[in-house]
């Protein structure tokens, strides 16, 4: 599997791997000398490559759109069975629809719980229905056990029930 640091506006996925900073994405991007084999690592004690974000740049949809990306995606699909780009929040910046639109098998809007704007859930229903995004998933993560009613089932929403008092309202005679 190989991860793209694709959020060059506010990179942040190195400092999940405690990784030094390197030269990564922007870096390709901008300069055709180098090759993505020269810029991907390993990411220690996990079974994955990485393609850092590199520096931050002024113009990323510019250059998003110079080509090079693709060639990057085309790497990737040849050397690797997944290839997963981790974006900029959709909705805030371009750059994530230029990212996925004809080049994503599958894309991935995660959510996470109790810290999203319920509001912002209007962004992934917008691209759905316009189809600028047509195979789009959500991911809610950061759920929390005691949070979750019965045995993984529940009913309401956006509400914080022990488990005594769900039961009470689904069971009440």
Same mark, same amino acid.
């Given at each position: 599997?190989?991860?793209?640091?694709?959020?060059?506006?506010?990179?942040?996925?190195?400092?999940?791997?405690?990784?030094? @900073?390197?030269?990564?994405?922007?870096? #390709?991007?901008?300069?055709? $000398? &180098?090759?993505? %084999?020269?810029?991907?690592?390993?990411? !220690?004690?996990?079974?994955?490559?990485?393609?850092?974000?590199?520096?931050?740049?002024?113009?990323?949809? @510019?250059?998003?759109?110079?080509?090079? #990306?693709?060639?990057?995606? $085309? &790497?990737?699909? %040849?050397?690797?069975?997944?290839?997963? !780009?981790?974006?900029?929040?959709?909705?805030?910046?371009?750059?994530?629809?230029?990212?996925?639109?004809?080049?994503?098998?599958?894309?991935?809007?995660?959510?996470?719980?109790?810290?999203?704007?319920?509001?912002?859930?209007?962004?992934?229903?917008?691209?759905?229905?316009?189809?600028?995004?047509?195979?789009?998933?959500?991911?809610?993560?950061?759920?929390?056990?005691?949070?979750?009613?019965?045995?993984?089932?529940?009913?309401?929403?956006?509400?914080?029930?022990?488990?005594?008092?769900?039961?009470?309202?689904?069971?009440?005679?």
């Amino acid at each position: 599997m190989l991860l793209i640091g694709g959020d060059i506006r506010n990179p942040e996925l190195i400092n999940y791997f405690d990784m030094k @900073e390197k030269e990564g994405l922007t870096h #390709f991007l901008v300069d055709a $000398t &180098y090759k993505a %084999e020269d810029l991907i690592e390993p990411v !220690v004690n996990f079974n994955f490559d990485i393609l850092q974000s590199g520096f931050i740049t002024p113009n990323p949809s @510019e250059l998003f759109m110079n080509g090079r #990306f693709d060639e990057l995606l $085309t &790497y990737g699909k %040849e050397h690797y069975d997944f290839v997963i !780009v981790d974006t900029a929040p959709v909705g805030l910046v371009t750059d994530t629809l230029l990212l996925s639109q004809d080049k994503a098998d599958l894309f991935v809007y995660v959510i996470r719980a109790d810290y999203l704007d319920k509001r912002m859930l209007k962004i992934p229903q917008r691209l759905k229905k316009t189809k600028q995004i047509e195979n789009l998933a959500i991911l809610l993560n950061n759920t929390k056990p005691e949070n979750i009613p019965g045995y993984g089932y529940g009913y309401g929403y956006g509400q914080n029930v022990s488990k005594q008092s769900w039961k009470d309202k689904i069971f009440r005679r």
